[in-house]
């Protein structure tokens, strides 16, 4: 738990303000992940420095991950740390401001909307929109 901390406390005080800012949005970001053991595919935007255990997460190519989200790999259980994947399967976007959680994976080309929270283990079909706190179905003709 303390070497997740420590990794922590450096791309919260070192990296994000002096390197991931300025980097947001390109590929470089992408190559910064990677080095980290994060799976980026291939023409993946990520704006965002809120991916703690890069290793436990997966952007499949085209996927979006916005402004403000956090791919949250980790929560605590009765004080137990406990660790889990995230996925974005091929072109799913993630929308600024949202969180999802632990063992949780967005479909092929699923929409997650603002400011929305994926709750753990939750599992979203691919073609679908998502939205609210926690995620509901999007009824965009309402």
Same mark, same amino acid.
């Given at each position: 738990? $303390?070497?997740? %901390?420590?990794?922590?406390?450096? *791309?919260?005080?070192? /990296?994000?303000?002096?390197?991931?800012?300025?980097?947001?949005?390109?590929?470089?970001?992408?190559?910064?992940?990677?080095?980290?053991g994060a799976k980026i595919g291939r023409g993946v935007w990520i704006e965002?420095? $809120?991916?703690? %255990?890069?290793?436990?997460?997966? *952007?499949?190519?085209? /996927?979006?991950?916005?402004?403000?989200?956090?791919v949250q790999t980790h929560l605590f259980h009765d004080r137990v740390l406990a660790l889990d994947e995230v996925v974005l399967r091929r072109g799913a976007t993630l929308g600024p401001n949202s969180v999802i959680l632990p063992a949780a994976a967005i479909g092929r080309?699923?929409?997650?909307g603002p400011v929305s929270l994926v709750m753990r283990g939750e599992s979203l079909p691919d073609k679908?929109?998502?939205?609210?706190?926690?995620?509901?179905?999007?009824?965009q003709a309402g």
């Open positions: 738990m $303390w070497a997740n %901390e420590l990794a922590d406390t450096f *791309v919260e005080v070192l /990296a994000a303000p002096w390197f991931t800012g300025a980097v947001s949005g390109t590929p470089v970001l992408n190559l910064w992940f990677r080095a980290l965002t420095h $809120w991916l703690p %255990e890069t290793d436990l997460v997966e *952007v499949g190519d085209g /996927a979006t991950v916005n402004a403000g989200t956090v080309h699923a929409v997650v679908t929109l998502w939205i609210g706190n926690p995620i509901g179905p999007w009824d």
